[in-house]
């Protein structure tokens, strides 16, 4: 199945869903969705167009944006990659829905991009911090985190919670 | 009336049986697994903003550190996703020694993963150090390469870092039935071992559709019969060129797993015959400048390591930094469905389990 024939049968699938190929600076064949309709477009990606496996979810801090990237194989049939994207725009509070229920691999990924990025996934099963503990200030892997080891400023000194089992 | 509880068991960080600083809590009723949760976090070094800061040439290092057990492996997929993010072509010489050390250190990996899986199954350190016999020779060879044992820092973007040796030929080519022996030697004397089997067959069980919904590769994904290798599914470097199988297993267990591992051996073995035998002359690297700058963009790119698919995503600004260095860890998601092969075992199964699973906690927390 070609590039071309995933997103026109994305298309024809949902008509109301405004699809854009991102065509210049990427390697790859992505599809930006809109935030709200990635669940149902990954369901549809899952059950009948044989993207059976998820490989990747990350996430990159933009000036103005935060993007949720996905990238999709079908192991089925073998080949390339599909590249998802969903820009959100809200600096202060970005959420999008989670794709844990529809691929369960998503799941520490998408608590690592919560914890390191500080996207909030709705619908998460577990939504925690996975690398640092609970009560540590800020979101590391953003822009505006401050790195001490380019700054050499002190942080305020955090300690772990107690346990919570 | 007997009054029955469960008990909640925390094991870890520092456990011997957990490969590193791996923490599992774990829900028991009797002496039966009926919850498990995983912690990671304990050996988080930040690698993903460490390389934010650095050129993409000075980041090559920092993948050494990611598996540090299949150090080739990171190298190169790294270096491949560079080179797709910069155009940058490899030469055709640098392609094969890229494939050799590839393979090589595959073969380190499955021994050792099969060695420590027997330390779980406390057949204490004799099959690890029969193991290490052979990864000792390996890893002369890549002492020959770039000086190192360990962290290479050998396969960058553009190519290799130096050209083969004089001596490395010949001694790998007198290496390839020695190690051919290691695997007959580990088959004849482990496969038929009464008390592995008695706790291998059949614990442990990961079915296919779980495997694949949960996002599992490598060994562990082949052994519950799902043939996807990236190296045939979407073939990288000149993996096309060779010939060699997808081997699978159908069981899904412990034992499956083992089986699956013994096999991959003998298929990096067959790449590596040919290999030796068709390296061409020539250049080992593109010149590639020390503050590259590819153009604005961004790329994914995966390959086939030792412990399952091993993916690099790189944002590039225009600038000499990288603006988003993500590494997709192979040994973090395998672990996705440790739960579900866990449930209904005993405690010492769920060790086994997590050993043939295979993971290097330093790449679960990078």
């Not at chain 1, 930006?32 to 990350?58: E, Q």
């Not at chain 2, 700058?293 to 930094?321: C, M, Q, W």
Request: aromatic share 10%; glycine share 6%.
């Amino acid at each position: 199945m070609t590039n071309e024939e995933i997103l026109s049968k994305l298309k024809d699938r949902f008509p109301q869903v405004e699809f854009q190929v991102q065509a210049e600076e990427t390697k790859d064949f992505t599809i930006v969705v809109p935030a709200a309709s990635i669940a149902d477009v990954a369901t549809h990606l899952r059950d009948h167009l044989g993207f059976d496996y998820l490989s990747d979810v990350t996430s990159v801090d933009h000036p103005d944006r935060f993007e949720v990237v996905y990238h999709l194989y079908s192991m089925k049939r073998g080949g390339g990659v599909l590249a998802l994207k969903v820009r959100l725009a809200d600096k202060e509070h970005p959420e999008v829905d989670s794709v844990t229920p529809i691929w369960p691999g998503a799941n520490f990924q998408e608590r690592e991009v919560y914890d390191l990025m500080g996207i909030s996934f709705k619908n998460h099963p577990d939504l925690r911090r996975i690398m640092m503990w609970d009560g540590f200030p800020g979101h590391p892997l953003r822009k505006d985190f401050e790195n001490r080891l380019y700054t050499f400023k002190e942080l305020e000194p955090t300690r772990p919670k107690p346990p919570n089992w | 009336m007997l009054k029955t509880e469960t008990i909640t068991v925390n094991v870890g960080p520092q456990h011997p049986s957990t490969h590193g600083v791996f923490r599992m809590i774990i829900t028991l009723d009797g002496e039966t697994l009926v919850d498990l949760k995983p912690m990671f976090g304990y050996l988080h070094r930040g690698l993903e903003k460490i390389s934010e800061g650095r050129t993409y040439l000075q980041a090559v290092p920092l993948t050494d550190r990611l598996d540090y057990l299949c150090s080739m492996n990171n190298n190169h997929a790294y270096a491949i996703a560079v080179e797709k993010l910069a155009d940058i072509q490899v030469p055709p010489r640098a392609e094969y020694i890229r494939v050799i050390v590839a393979e090589l250190n595959r073969l380190i990996n499955h021994m050792l993963g099969i060695g420590f899986m027997f330390n779980e199954l406390g057949a204490w350190y004799t099959p690890v150090v029969y193991a290490f016999r052979e990864r000792e020779r390996i890893m002369d060879l890549f002492e020959m390469l770039c000086g190192s044992r360990m962290m290479y820092n050998y396969v960058r973007p553009g190519g290799v870092s130096a050209d083969l040796p004089d001596e490395f030929l010949p001694m790998l080519k007198k290496m390839l039935p020695h190690l051919q022996n290691y695997v007959a030697e580990t088959r004849l004397y482990l496969s038929q071992n009464e008390i592995f089997r008695a706790r291998a067959v059949g614990i442990g069980f990961l079915p296919a559709d779980i495997a694949v919904a949960n996002s599992i590769t490598g060994p562990v994904l082949r052994a519950s019969g799902v043939k996807y290798d990236v190296r045939k599914a979407e073939p990288y470097s000149i993996y096309d060129q060779f010939d060699f199988e997808v081997p699978t297993q159908m069981a899904g267990d412990i034992y499956a797993r083992y089986l699956q591992r013994l096999d991959e051996m003998d298929e990096s073995l067959k790449i590596l015959r040919q290999a030796v035998e068709r390296i061409p002359d020539g250049e080992v690297a593109t010149k590639v400048p020390a503050r590259l700058r590819p153009p604005k963009g961004e790329a994914y790119a995966r390959i086939e390591a030792p412990k399952g698919e091993l993916g690099f995503y790189l944002v590039s600004d225009g600038s000499t930094n990288p603006y988003r260095w993500r590494c997709r860890p192979t040994s973090l998601i395998n672990l996705s469905a440790l739960r579900e092969m866990c449930l209904g075992h005993k405690v010492a199964d769920a060790v086994v389990i997590l050993g043939s699973v295979d993971l290097t906690l330093a790449e679960v927390d990078r």
